[in-house]
């Protein structure tokens, strides 16, 4: 019917392609111009304002510096070269390395666990509706509740989870979780791992369910070991589905900021990229600083994203499944 | 038909405009918005404060409450006055924030005229930037030792005048509780969180050893000294001993918390516990007392960081008049005695403090005149618009040290570096 009215309208001359090509442009149009407004300008901003030294105090009065944001130079009267700049701020390299660090053991507990919530919930069993509604409660209570929920569960004095522990004889007296730098980054993960767990339960299950059953049956048949099945049946083809699954996680978990923010404030030893760009911009006014070290952040997710894609050879367009 | 349509419903929308501004204009209630940050009761007695502006103007006021933490309202006000947002009429702001706030805010000099010569002459200095009055006085703030006389007594100790003999009094009550059967039971709870609480309680510590208040008034630096190291290492011994290790990330609601439920021997806190922890619900009610804090040694004097809150008229408000009108009332005598009265807080304006009702339903308040009076500020003034650097820098380098992230005189050391930096060449300009 579209093609009917189409062909009828004053560009009968172009060709069916063409038309069509024109037709989608405008139907796509306003997604892009959305894009662009909430996404692209952004971005463009952030990245040239990371070239000024604009002051949270004069937005508009910043002019342009160059690289200075990342690394400057002067040379002092003893003749000695003094670095500055975020290439050289050994917070912001700390604050990578605990990003870094947070990112890879959340995402892979998240994902095995994950794994395994989907495998049974993939199963046949009473109840499976309900289970399956009631794991996703985590994923839908907003971070910043979930976070000072966990702060108060975790708290030294009256928190239900040190209470426990020492009842059960598990620890020997009550740990600061979140306070002690050696224990804050396990109450971040143990609370982002709580949070995210179901959701990428969620994603796994999608991706099973679009295994084709007879071959389960096929395999039964032969009489081969579950274990086996799992992992040379379930896993080859469940991987575009759990690749996918991973690079979502990955990028919300590098640029990780309202857990840690509520969790754990100021501590050096959870603060992450997120964090110390905002503190920059917002408790110091160093705007234009805050905003190289979000162009930083920025351009290590795009090297990120770009490098998986291509070692991991995953399919993020979907056209090879067509 | 559809011409129609449209002629009588513009007809309908200007029959509604012309209404509204008719009655606009006989009626006017505006409605102003205060934003502020919340302890204890602040939000109910707020209401009780300006039910008497509402109903002699007839405008409504809503109250935006906020984190207790001074360091997270900061961040969210410094994002709203950079973007002019004028849904936020009053800021209630710390006594540290003029200098750099001072640009998004209306001078009150001109309203304030009555109020100021009933003020204490150094407050209203210190909200006073270039000449302009940047925000009304609202109250004062300056911490006191809170110690439970009861267990004072029952242990035969003195109340301790150093920190030594604080933490030998903390030690030997939390002992003796702890073998009575209170597990849970500490001798000193205080703030210990990265965040500005940090930056006062140290800048106690460092100052009643005589080792300075981290940049003097004439902007030199003056953190890295062996009194400041010995002050760091003294309070490092408290953690896990006799403060419990989780108070490092503790704030003045936590530490309220372990002491108000019996659970604590000492406190450091500001004056509003005082009325809370004589409230129907407290568990030490009627069991306390205050003192000045200690001292590192004979010879040195208390100190107390210099606190309070101020109110402050949005330059971007769209009700400026009717929020100056507000302010003044909230910082007038009659609002300052009220909070006085329900959450001990010390007033700004001198006549108060001879007030009959106040010295007896409020005995810390009279009790604490001087100490405010000789009160430590923190270095915002000379740090100009590097403030909150600076005092980042320095609460950072204090909290690695209590949690054995490097020693005190190397952390001292590094922070003295990287205030220098902060410094430039041109005094902190």
Known sequence: MTTTSLEHGKDRGASLQQQRARAAFWFLAPMLVALFCVAAWPLLRTIYFSFTNTSLDNLYGGHLIGFGNYLRWRTMPSGAVRYYGTLVDPDWWNAVWNTVRFAIVSVSFETVLGMIVALVLNAEFKGRGLVRAAILIPWAIPTIVSAKMWAWMLNDQYGIINDLAVKLHLLDHKLAWTASTDTAMIAVLIVDIWKTTPFMALLCLAGLQMIPRDIYEATKIDGINPIRVFFKVTLPLVRPALMVAVIFRMLDALRIFDLVYVLTPNSSATKTMSVISRENMFDFAHFAYGAAQSTLLFTMLAIFVLLFVWIGKVDLTGETNR | ?429
């Open chain 2, 1 to 429: 038909m559809e011409m129609k349509f449209a002629r009588r419903f513009m007809r309908t929308a200007a029959v509604a405009v012309l209404a509204s501004t008719a009655f606009g204009a006989t009626v006017r209630a505006e409605t102003i918005t205060v934003v502020s940050g919340a302890v204890g009761n602040a939000v109910e007695n707020f209401k009780a404060y300006v039910k008497p502006w509402e109903e002699k103007t007839g405008n409504t006021v809503t109250l935006v409450p906020m984190p207790a933490s001074t360091t997270d309202q900061f961040g969210q006000y410094r994002l709203w006055l950079a973007a002019g947002n004028s849904d936020i009429d009053i800021y209630q702001t710390d006594v540290i924030w003029a200098p750099q706030l001072a640009n998004h805010f209306v001078d009150l000099t001109e309203a304030a005229k009555d109020l100021i010569p009933q003020e204490f002459p150094s407050i209203v200095q210190s909200q006073t930037v270039g000449g302009k009055l940047v925000a009304l006085p609202l109250f004062t703030d300056a911490p006191a030792l809170y110690y439970r006389k009861d267990l004072l007594e029952k242990y035969n100790v003195a109340v301790p005048k150093t920190w030594t003999e604080l933490a030998a009094a903390a030690k030997t009550i939390q002992d003796g509780e702890r073998a009575a059967g209170n597990a849970d039971f500490w001798g000193f709870v205080w703030q210990g969180n990265a965040y500005e609480g940090l930056t006062c309680d140290a800048l106690e510590w460092v100052k009643s050893y005589g080792g300075g208040q981290i940049v003097e008034p004439d902007g030199t630096i003056s953190i890295n000294n062996p009194k400041a190291v010995a002050a760091l290492e003294e309070a490092k011994s408290w953690v896990g001993t006799i403060s419990p290790p989780g108070v490092l990330a503790y704030q003045e609601e936590e530490a309220r918390g372990v002491w108000q439920a019996g659970n604590a021997a000492f406190m450091r806190n500001w004056p509003y516990a005082y009325t809370l922890g004589n409230g129907a619900d407290s568990a030490i009610a009627g069991k306390f007392d205050v003192t000045t804090l200690p001292i590192g040694a004979e010879g040195d004097s208390s100190a107390a960081t210099l606190g309070g809150w101020n109110l402050a008229v949005s330059k971007y408000s769209k009700h400026q008049d009717a929020a100056i009108s507000l302010a003044l009332w909230l910082a007038g005598p009659e609002v300052q005695k009220m909070r006085a009265l329900n959450e001990s807080n010390l007033p700004t304006l001198k006549a108060l403090y001879d007030d009959p009702d106040i010295a007896a339903k409020q005995p810390i308040i009279p009790q604490w005149k001087n100490v405010f009076l000789n009160a430590v500020p923190r270095p915002s003034a000379p740090t100009l618009s590097h403030y909150n650097e600076v005092s980042a820098k320095f609460w950072s380098a204090v909290h690695d040290t209590l949690s054995g992230n490097g020693s005190a005189a190397d952390n001292l050391a590094n922070l003295e570096a990287d205030l220098m930096d902060i410094k430039g060449d041109n005094n902190w300009q």
